[in-house]
């Protein structure tokens, strides 16, 4: 790759070339490379970004010009003011809101974590969490944690709950990991699990993203009925055969996800727009 940025290729836009600002989609890709938690070189950071070092560099002075990203000895690091833009999606997110209390109560009756997610392309967003205290083992997921729907309980649920139309959107950008020796591997294998989570009401997850590692989710949906978020919870496959998930995990899920799919009504999420432009 040579050094001039101008060589650099993006993916091919769905929008008219003149009204792209190639330069913002790359300083987006630095952030982006950067929120992996990790202190990068400027030479570590290109590569994640998939840009060219002088566009990089150009970037991180930028961004840290802004105060969105810091310089030290041992290379460049995101700062807390990218908290920014996760606090200004989530303040204005009716889930928050609505089901943090409902979670923590959730929590305390099942002793398990538990979350809320929604779906950004092909990938789960967790939007709001809580965990059991005293636990000496605790799950690593923070809000805002990216996971990929199709090897998710929460993802498939999700998925489940498109359009055909939205389906065939989001369908056509996945890209199949194997993860363990549960993942699923291909878009037909996908599309049967979605069709047991349409008739159940429910998907279960066992061992797709991580051995020993097994979850759960229902749909919360609102006044039409459409899904617009999962809830979910993750357990240890050690402690939890599939039989428990399903008679004691799903009914508590079902139970909260009513109650929180109740309050959502006076307050119905507005659909997102997807970067085809469809509603979501």
């Known amino acids: 790759m040579r050094a001039d ?25 630095v952030l982006l490379a950067l929120g992996q938690g990790e202190t990068m070189s400027l030479r570590e950071v290109a590569a994640a970004a998939g840009v060219s070092r002088a566009a990089a560099r150009r970037s991180l002075i930028t961004l840290k010009n802004l105060g969105y990203v810091g310089e030290s000895a041992g290379g460049y690091e995101i700062r807390p003011r990218v908290f920014e833009f996760g606090y200004a999606y989530l303040g204005r997110q009716p889930l928050t809101a609505v089901t943090t209390q409902h979670l923590m109560e959730l929590v305390t009756r099942i002793d398990e974590f538990a979350s809320v997610a929604v779906l950004d392309d092909g990938y ?58 549960h993942t699923v591997e291909s878009l037909a294998k996908l599309e049967q699990q979605l069709d047991i989570v349409r008739r159940t009401g429910h998907a279960i997850n066992d061992q797709q993203m991580t051995t020993g590692v097994r979850s759960v989710a229902v749909p919360i949906r609102d006044n039409t009925g459409t ?25 508590e899920l079902r139970q909260v996800a009513e109650q929180i799919s109740h309050d959502l009504r006076p307050a119905p999420i507005q659909p997102r727009i997807s970067r085809n432009g469809g509603t979501r």
């Open 124 to 181: 789960i967003v967790h939007i709001v969490r809580e965990t059991p205290p005293n636990r000496l083992i605790a799950v690593d997921i923070n809000v805002g944690a990216r996971y990929p729907a199709y090897a998710t309980a929460q993802g498939r649920v999700l998925l489940a709950g498109l359009t055909p139309q939205q389906w065939e959107e989001v369908s056509g950008r996945l890209a199949f990991t194997r993860f363990t020796s």
């Open 5 to 29: 940025d101008d060589s650099d290729k993006c993916d091919e836009p769905s929008i008219n070339p003149r009204d792209r600002v190639v330069s913002l989609e790359r300083g987006l890709a």
């Open 227 to 251: 899904t617009v978020a999962a809830l979910g919870s993750i357990v240890n496959a050690a402690s939890w055969t599939l039989k428990a998930i399903r008679g004691r995990l799903v009914p």
